[in-house]
DNA sequence: TCAATCCGTATC
DNA sequence: ATACGGATTGAC
């Protein structure tokens, strides 16, 4: 028994009559600590140590916070127990179901137990905790239509989530679909059937609307919005609302999906393609699949929306896990704008103004037919800051590697060309569409300037919207709007067209998401047009993922997706882990895992230094079956645990099925 | 023979 | 992490 310095005389201390045991987990990140420790609970603190609260105790020597798991009677450890020295706050943090959500998250992404509880409880404002609670809620309004009879299947779901059944769907939103009022009519039924519901979006900007739908469906006071930027006290006092269970309904970003809503009706995720829905912090989970994992676990219904489809959610249907839910050809037809591809360097305008704005001369007639009927033009331009890639220097094929199938890159001009994910060097490229040989690098600009447009339509306002000035929405006035993807306003009665540049450069990324990214970004644009609109894509019509977007068809892309990443070999279509960092410390990580069969290694490839330290770095990829995945993760876990028990400190970062493999 | 130091191990 | 114990080394 430790001396008892500090807090009180420890001699005086007597355990709580009832269950005088409490198990919890400290709050230190190691991989091998990452289970419960036994405490007891002292007498003065039996009614605040409760499963779920939040307590100090001393650990090896330091104080340090923990989370209560569980009360029972006796421990199975054989020494002596400490006391747990003070509560933390007078209320629970966890729930039983978060606390089985933050463990199967840590689970499933090979992670701890305390790192995924950071991610998904707000730090603590003892203020916030005594202030008075919130407004009861008013009226809930009239049921109205939910507006999902346009989908097949739309319906039949809505009325699953309505008889409280853990139905579970992929939602393909028609273009001009008012997807936050869909989304807000489907949380207002889990809320008339006595359930609660957890909405999450990639941003704020999307989250400011769903507020607004939510609002109007439900009236003031029976949601609750939790945003990254609200400030501390703010934002746990808004999470403490629904904890307390005033508040049945949350809507958020990313940290959202963990919000401890009892009795959950609906989970549901706009634009899971987003990469703002994957979390940047260790284990580096996804809103999309923590969502999944809580569907099933607490029986909620599940709702994964978008505008265009993710192979990870059309793997879903695939596995019939999930319904489809979307609409019938002749609907979509009524919906969806009239979309053109041009291909880049193509038929550039002959206007000497549209030549300067480097605008093809299709692009160029829209843009001012559109303006003339008195409606505004979107122009979505990339994001600056590409990297350069190899590609085929006749028709701009990606380079891929022909084992892996990763990206080709190159250190310098003179130097071989090699696989930025196994390392293999390429000396024998051979294009796969045309046979040519040689490379060249794809450098991406920065994207055509607001000015040069406005010159080229001189008259008429252009407005822009992008980085860290985003406009939420445009008038009807004729004007440009030139916006970077994700960042595009929506226009009152729709864009009378849209142009969307640039095509072929998010199409030649060195990313294995590229086309699907890029059929997100367009589709998501493209659905801010009028159905009697148009859209011009600067892409070669000949490519699949283009095609996809003329006939409007986020399924058919998806599964060809799905297929296409079967076939080499990467997720969803297997559960795939990156492990990075100093070669030794990821050889010895390596070295600890016995890989299942048909379990494979590639790599390992140098990597960009992303480490503290400047180390070099480098990367290997582990492939395993998809039923095996649960069994990688344990045993990254369990390599993990026994290195930094060794104190191997070299840090090793683990990511399960990235979403971005540079 | 004792103390300073280095590993390895457990942390309720 | 960090605190502790047991082994190891070095100097008197």
């Given at each position: 028994m430790s001396s008892g310095a500090g807090a009180g005389p420890a001699a005086s201390r007597t355990p709580a009559s009832v269950d005088p045991v409490a198990s919890l987990y400290v709050d230190v990140p190691l991989p091998h600590l990452d289970r419960t420790f036994d405490y007891l609970v002292p007498d003065s603190l039996d009614e605040q140590v409760q499963a779920g609260s939040r307590v100090r105790v001393r650990f090896a020597g330091r104080l340090v916070d923990a989370y209560v798991i569980s009360r029972s009677p006796a421990s199975e450890h054989e020494g002596t127990l400490a006391y747990v020295e003070r509560a933390v706050g007078a209320e629970p943090v966890l729930t039983a179901e978060t606390t089985a959500l933050f463990r199967a998250v840590a689970d499933r992404w090979a992670g701890n137990f305390v790192d995924v509880v950071r991610l998904g409880v707000p730090a603590r404002h003892a203020r916030a905790e005594s202030a008075a609670a919130p407004s009861p809620a008013g009226e809930l309004p009239p049921a109205a239509d939910s507006g999902f009879e346009?989908?097949?299947?739309?319906?039949?779901?809505?009325?699953?989530?309505?008889?409280?059944?853990?139905?579970?769907?992929?939602?393909?939103?028609?273009?001009?679909?008012?997807?936050?009022?869909?989304?807000?009519?489907?949380?207002?039924?889990?809320?008339?059937?006595?359930?609660?519901?957890?909405?999450?979006?990639?941003?704020?900007?999307?989250?400011?609307?769903?507020?607004?739908?939510?609002?109007?469906?439900?009236?003031?006071?029976?949601?609750?919005?939790?945003?990254?930027?609200?400030?501390?006290?703010?934002?746990?006092?808004?999470?403490?609302?629904?904890?307390?269970?005033?508040?049945?309904?949350?809507?958020?970003?990313?940290?959202?999906?963990?919000?401890?809503?009892?009795?959950?009706?609906?989970?549901?995720?706009?634009?899971?393609?987003?990469?703002?829905?994957?979390?940047?912090?260790?284990?580096?989970?996804?809103?999309?699949?923590?969502?999944?994992?809580?569907?099933?676990?607490?029986?909620?219904?599940?709702?994964?929306?978008?505008?265009?489809?993710?192979?990870?959610?059309?793997?879903?249907?695939?596995?019939?896990?999930?319904?489809?839910?979307?609409?019938?050809?002749?609907?979509?037809?009524?919906?969806?704008?009239?979309?053109?591809?041009?291909?880049?360097?193509?038929?550039?305008?002959?206007?000497?103004?549209?030549?300067?704005?480097?605008?093809?001369?299709?692009?160029?007639?829209?843009?001012k037919q559109a303006l003339q009927d008195g409606r505004p033009v979107l122009v979505q331009v990339p994001r600056r800051g590409y990297v350069p890639s190899l590609a085929c220097a006749r028709d701009r094929t990606p380079a891929r590697c022909g084992v892996c199938s990763g990206p080709l890159g190159s250190a310098g001009s003179q130097a071989v060309p090699a696989c930025r994910w196994c390392g293999r060097p390429a000396a024998q490229w051979a294009c796969p569409t045309c046979g040519g040989h040689r490379l060249r690098a794809l450098v991406v600009g920065a994207g055509r300037t607001a000015e040069e447009l406005g010159r080229a339509f001189a008259g008429f306002a252009v407005r822009t919207s992008g980085g860290d000035h985003v406009l939420a929405d445009v008038g009807d006035e004729p004007a440009l709007v030139v916006a970077t993807p994700g960042a595009e306003p929506t226009a009152a009665g729709g864009y009378g067209a849209a142009l969307l540049l640039d095509g072929w450069a998010l199409l030649a990324r060195p990313d294995l998401r590229a086309a699907e990214e890029a059929l997100r970004r367009w589709m998501n644009a493209a659905a801010l047009v009028r159905p009697d609109g148009a859209v011009i894509v600067g892409a070669d019509a000949g490519v699949p993922v283009v095609q996809a977007l003329i006939r409007w068809d986020p399924v058919g892309a998806a599964v060809r997706e799905l297929a296409e990443r079967a076939e080499l070999g990467f997720p969803p279509a297997v559960r795939m882990a990156a492990l990075t960092g100093p070669a030794p410390a990821v050889a010895e990580l390596v070295a600890g895992l016995s890989l299942p069969a048909g379990g494979e290694l590639l790599g390992s490839a140098p990597v960009a230094a992303a480490g503290v330290s400047g180390e070099p770095a480098e990367r290997v990829l582990l492939r395993?079956?998809?039923?095996?995945?649960?069994?990688?993760?344990?045993?990254?876990?369990?390599?993990?645990?026994?290195?930094?028990?060794?104190?191997?400190?070299?840090?090793?970062r683990i990511e399960l099925d990235p979403a971005a493999l540079g």
């Amino acid at each position: 028994m430790s001396s008892g310095a500090g807090a009180g005389p420890a001699a005086s201390r007597t355990p709580a009559s009832v269950d005088p045991v409490a198990s919890l987990y400290v709050d230190v990140p190691l991989p091998h600590l990452d289970r419960t420790f036994d405490y007891l609970v002292p007498d003065s603190l039996d009614e605040q140590v409760q499963a779920g609260s939040r307590v100090r105790v001393r650990f090896a020597g330091r104080l340090v916070d923990a989370y209560v798991i569980s009360r029972s009677p006796a421990s199975e450890h054989e020494g002596t127990l400490a006391y747990v020295e003070r509560a933390v706050g007078a209320e629970p943090v966890l729930t039983a179901e978060t606390t089985a959500l933050f463990r199967a998250v840590a689970d499933r992404w090979a992670g701890n137990f305390v790192d995924v509880v950071r991610l998904g409880v707000p730090a603590r404002h003892a203020r916030a905790e005594s202030a008075a609670a919130p407004s009861p809620a008013g009226e809930l309004p009239p049921a109205a239509d939910s507006g999902f009879e346009r989908y097949r299947a739309g319906p039949s779901y809505l009325t699953a989530v309505g008889d409280g059944r853990p139905a579970r769907a992929v939602w393909s939103a028609l273009p001009g679909e008012d997807w936050a009022a869909r989304f807000a009519a489907a949380a207002a039924i889990a809320v008339r059937a006595g359930r609660g519901a957890i909405l999450v979006v990639p941003d704020n900007r999307d989250l400011a609307r769903l507020d607004a739908a939510m609002t109007a469906a439900l009236g003031i006071g029976r949601h609750v919005v939790l945003a990254a930027d609200l400030g501390p006290p703010e934002r746990y006092r808004r999470w403490l609302a629904v904890r307390r269970g005033g508040v049945r309904v949350a809507i958020g970003t990313r940290a959202a999906a963990y919000a401890p809503v009892d009795e959950l009706g609906l989970v549901a995720v706009w634009d899971d393609g987003d990469d703002l829905h994957a979390e940047p912090r260790a284990p580096y989970p996804h809103t999309r699949d923590i969502l999944t994992l809580r569907s099933a676990q607490s029986g909620a219904a599940l709702l994964i929306g978008g505008f265009a489809r993710t192979a990870e959610a059309q793997q879903l249907v695939a596995a019939g896990w999930a319904h489809d839910i979307a609409a019938d050809r002749t609907t979509l037809r009524a919906a969806a704008p009239r979309v053109q591809a041009v291909a880049d360097d193509v038929e550039v305008a002959r206007d000497p103004a549209a030549a300067a704005a480097r605008l093809p001369s299709l692009a160029w007639r829209t843009t001012k037919q559109a303006l003339q009927d008195g409606r505004p033009v979107l122009v979505q331009v990339p994001r600056r800051g590409y990297v350069p890639s190899l590609a085929c220097a006749r028709d701009r094929t990606p380079a891929r590697c022909g084992v892996c199938s990763g990206p080709l890159g190159s250190a310098g001009s003179q130097a071989v060309p090699a696989c930025r994910w196994c390392g293999r060097p390429a000396a024998q490229w051979a294009c796969p569409t045309c046979g040519g040989h040689r490379l060249r690098a794809l450098v991406v600009g920065a994207g055509r300037t607001a000015e040069e447009l406005g010159r080229a339509f001189a008259g008429f306002a252009v407005r822009t919207s992008g980085g860290d000035h985003v406009l939420a929405d445009v008038g009807d006035e004729p004007a440009l709007v030139v916006a970077t993807p994700g960042a595009e306003p929506t226009a009152a009665g729709g864009y009378g067209a849209a142009l969307l540049l640039d095509g072929w450069a998010l199409l030649a990324r060195p990313d294995l998401r590229a086309a699907e990214e890029a059929l997100r970004r367009w589709m998501n644009a493209a659905a801010l047009v009028r159905p009697d609109g148009a859209v011009i894509v600067g892409a070669d019509a000949g490519v699949p993922v283009v095609q996809a977007l003329i006939r409007w068809d986020p399924v058919g892309a998806a599964v060809r997706e799905l297929a296409e990443r079967a076939e080499l070999g990467f997720p969803p279509a297997v559960r795939m882990a990156a492990l990075t960092g100093p070669a030794p410390a990821v050889a010895e990580l390596v070295a600890g895992l016995s890989l299942p069969a048909g379990g494979e290694l590639l790599g390992s490839a140098p990597v960009a230094a992303a480490g503290v330290s400047g180390e070099p770095a480098e990367r290997v990829l582990l492939r395993v079956p998809r039923g095996d995945g649960a069994d990688l993760a344990r045993q990254l876990h369990v390599s993990a645990a026994a290195r930094s028990a060794r104190r191997s400190a070299e840090p090793v970062r683990i990511e399960l099925d990235p979403a971005a493999l540079g």
